[in-house]
């Protein structure tokens, strides 16, 4: 009896974990960069992944993204023709920019999620700290909803994107990235309660 109990324990534990799909319509993917004496700003509007978490082990989350080059909009569509050429990330050669996760672990009320991140054909390990901010079930669906915020900075050189890096400081090399995602696991049926905050 002990051993059913202990092993029904565990598999309520394990049921907690979720796999959500990244709803593209309520998530954004935002960048800057330093432009003369301002800043440019743009966003990716063509992406899709998925999360896998748990708030029990935060540990074992798994992450998987990816984002389509050509979907690059920084409201000047010459600019955005420019900055998919050669001169910067070469969509036709490399298409996607990727993430995939291979470990996590919290840190104060952040989670950090580690993986490789690939961009213009070179592949290098980043550290996304992530803030959850929040989980619930959605009003229409009763499917699990979680939302999730980050920010990164990333160097253009370090992935070969680096035209202009040395024109008498016309556009910086850093990028700050800020990623707001809202995600979404399967329905189970007729809604039952709302979302809730962290």
């Given at each position: 009896?002990?051993i059913a109990t202990c092993i029904a324990f565990?598999?309520?534990?394990?049921?907690?974990?979720?796999?959500?799909?990244?709803?593209?319509?309520?998530?954004?993917?935002?960048?800057?960069?330093?432009?003369?004496?301002?800043?440019?700003?743009?966003?990716?509007?063509?992406?899709?992944?998925?999360?896998?978490?748990?708030?029990?082990?935060?540990?074992?989350?798994?992450?998987?993204?990816?984002?389509?080059?050509?979907?690059?909009?920084?409201?000047?569509?010459?600019?955005?023709?420019?900055?998919?050429?050669?001169?910067?990330?070469?969509?036709?050669?490399?298409?996607?920019?990727?993430?995939?996760?291979?470990?996590?672990?919290?840190?104060?009320?952040?989670?950090?999620?580690?993986?490789?991140?690939?961009?213009?054909?070179?592949?290098?390990?980043?550290?996304?700290?992530?803030?959850?901010?929040?989980?619930?079930?959605?009003?229409?669906?009763?499917?699990?909803?979680?939302?999730?915020?980050?920010?990164?900075?990333?160097?253009?050189?370090?992935?070969?994107?680096?035209?202009?890096?040395?024109?008498?400081?016309?556009?910086?090399?850093?990028?700050?990235?800020?990623?707001?995602?809202?995600?979404?696991?399967?329905?189970?049926?007729?809604?039952?309660?709302?979302?809730?905050?962290?």
């Amino acid at each position: 009896m002990l051993i059913a109990t202990c092993i029904a324990f565990l598999m309520a534990g394990s049921a907690l974990a979720e796999t959500y799909s990244i709803d593209k319509v309520h998530s954004s993917v935002a960048f800057s960069i330093r432009h003369l004496v301002s800043r440019t700003s743009g966003t990716f509007n063509d992406f899709a992944g998925t999360i896998e978490y748990d708030p029990a082990h935060p540990e074992k989350a798994q992450v998987e993204a990816t984002i389509q080059v050509s979907s690059i909009d920084t409201g000047n569509e010459k600019r955005d023709g420019h900055l998919k050429k050669a001169d910067f990330f070469d969509a036709a050669k490399y298409s996607t920019i990727t993430f995939k996760s291979t470990k996590a672990r919290k840190k104060g009320d952040q989670l950090l999620v580690t993986g490789d991140f690939t961009m213009h054909g070179v592949t290098k390990e980043v550290t996304l700290p992530v803030e959850v901010l929040g989980m619930g079930a959605h009003p229409r669906n009763n499917a699990p909803i979680a939302g999730f915020d980050s920010q990164i900075v990333l160097k253009r050189s370090d992935f070969g994107v680096n035209s202009w890096t040395d024109m008498a400081g016309v556009l910086g090399d850093e990028v700050k990235v800020s990623l707001t995602i809202e995600a979404m696991g399967k329905a189970k049926g007729k809604a039952k309660g709302k979302a809730k905050g962290k």
